[in-house]
């Protein structure tokens, strides 16, 4: 495979691995497959190096491409820091293993466990959606398992989408990119401002002074699901909270799949945070539902008026 815009070439050594190839360029980072210097053993190396305010010396070193770019490229290497110690910390099958990280080249890297597959985005688009239910059970349920344990630590996402899921043998799914991952909040004053994938990010994202939480990474995890039945991107909730023009799942896909399902994605798709589910096991325990067990759960506000009048206070 051929290097990528300003990829690292083949046999360049960093710390104790050497790079074969580059495996994908990012808008801020460039990931490679490496293999453990005197060892037969395959690596993902993730590059930190934002291809708008960065460049890289013909020694190697990446650096600010400009004096006015110093701060921007300085306080994303430390998010970048900020990812890897987060995953280190996080052990589930469902969240890449990071073995390692270090700085080198005036940058940081990311060791993290290979295993070849290919990527939802990818997927979704080779099939133009329409993907089955089998495939949706199999992917997702894990997926919010592991999105259960990343709240349960205290953490959101806050950047889930296709293009951040990787598939590998047998439709394990695995989540990647924990760079917009912070500890949750129960004021509005440290409330840090949010990474916008439109489509895929909640309204309250949209928001400096949005309320954000395991509601949020529900809505983009059920804006992903119903990408993987649609071939693309639902309509940006900034659009659908000014006017909703788009069809419930219930509604559109009802022929090819189970009501229980769709009115899940429905219900975690909600505009307003107050009517989706709060946590992953509402979202859970509704698609172990069986068709007509109960009615469908939009509009349901359960306990979070109290929640949010909380907040607010």
């Given at each position: 495979?051929?290097?990528?815009?300003?990829?690292?070439?083949?046999?360049?050594?960093?710390?104790?691995?050497?790079?074969?190839?580059?495996?994908?360029?990012?808008?801020?980072?460039?990931?490679?497959?490496?293999?453990?210097?005197?060892?037969?053993?395959?690596?993902?190396?993730?590059?930190?190096?934002?291809?708008?305010?960065?460049?890289?010396?013909?020694?190697?070193?990446?650096?600010?491409?400009?004096?006015?770019?110093?701060?921007?490229?300085?306080?994303?290497?430390?998010?970048?820091?900020?990812?890897?110690?987060?995953?280190?910390?996080?052990?589930?099958?469902?969240?890449?293993?990071?073995?390692?990280?270090?700085?080198?080249?005036?940058?940081?890297?990311?060791?993290?466990?290979?295993?070849?597959?290919?990527?939802?985005?990818?997927?979704?688009?080779?099939?133009?959606?329409?993907?089955?239910?089998?495939?949706?059970r199999t992917v997702f349920p894990p997926l919010l398992e592991g999105l259960k344990m990343l709240h349960d630590a205290g953490l959101t996402h806050?950047?889930?989408?296709?293009?951040?899921?990787?598939?590998?043998?047998?439709?394990?799914?695995?989540?990647?990119?924990?760079?917009?991952?912070?500890?949750?909040m129960s004021t509005r004053q440290y409330q840090p401002s949010q990474v916008i994938t439109p489509g895929y990010s909640p309204i309250e994202q949209?928001?400096?002074?949005?309320?954000?939480?395991?509601?949020?990474?529900?809505?983009?995890?059920?804006?992903?699901?119903?990408?993987?039945?649609?071939?693309?991107?639902?309509?940006?909730?900034?659009?659908?909270?000014?006017?909703?023009?788009?069809?419930p799942a219930t509604e559109l896909f009802k022929k090819h799949y189970s009501e229980t399902l769709l009115s899940a994605i429905d219900w975690a798709?909600?505009?307003?945070?107050?009517?989706?589910?709060?946590?992953?096991?509402?979202?859970?325990?509704?698609?172990?539902?069986?068709?007509?067990?109960?009615?469908?759960?939009?509009?349901?506000?359960?306990?979070?008026?109290?929640?949010?009048?909380?907040?607010?206070?």
């Open positions: 495979m051929r290097n990528i815009d300003d990829s690292l070439p083949p046999g360049t050594r960093i710390d104790h691995y050497v790079i074969e190839y580059t495996l994908s360029r990012g808008g801020f980072s460039i990931v490679y497959l490496a293999n453990v210097s005197g060892l037969d053993k395959h690596v993902a190396i993730k590059e930190y190096i934002p291809r708008k305010f960065a460049r890289r010396d013909e020694d190697m070193r990446v650096a600010p491409a400009t004096e006015d770019d110093v701060d921007r490229f300085n306080h994303g290497r430390k998010l970048f820091f900020k990812e890897a110690s987060t995953l280190a910390t996080l052990k589930h099958d469902t969240i890449v293993n990071v073995f390692n990280f270090f700085s080198a080249n005036g940058t940081a890297y990311m060791v993290m466990e290979y295993q070849p597959g290919e990527n939802l985005e990818a997927y979704i688009k080779k099939y133009q959606g329409n993907l089955s239910e089998t495939f949706m806050l950047d889930i989408k296709p293009a951040n899921v990787h598939l590998i043998h047998g439709g394990k799914p695995l989540l990647l990119d924990f760079g917009a991952v912070h500890q949750m949209y928001k400096s002074k949005g309320y954000v939480g395991p509601w949020s990474d529900i809505y983009a995890l059920g804006a992903t699901m119903r990408s993987c039945l649609e071939g693309c991107p639902p309509p940006p909730a900034k659009e659908r909270a000014e006017n909703d023009e788009m069809r798709m909600e505009v307003d945070p107050l009517n989706r589910p709060q946590n992953i096991n509402e979202l859970l325990e509704y698609i172990d539902k069986e068709d007509g067990e109960e009615p469908s759960p939009s509009g349901i506000k359960k306990f979070t008026n109290s929640l949010f009048n909380r907040l607010e206070d």
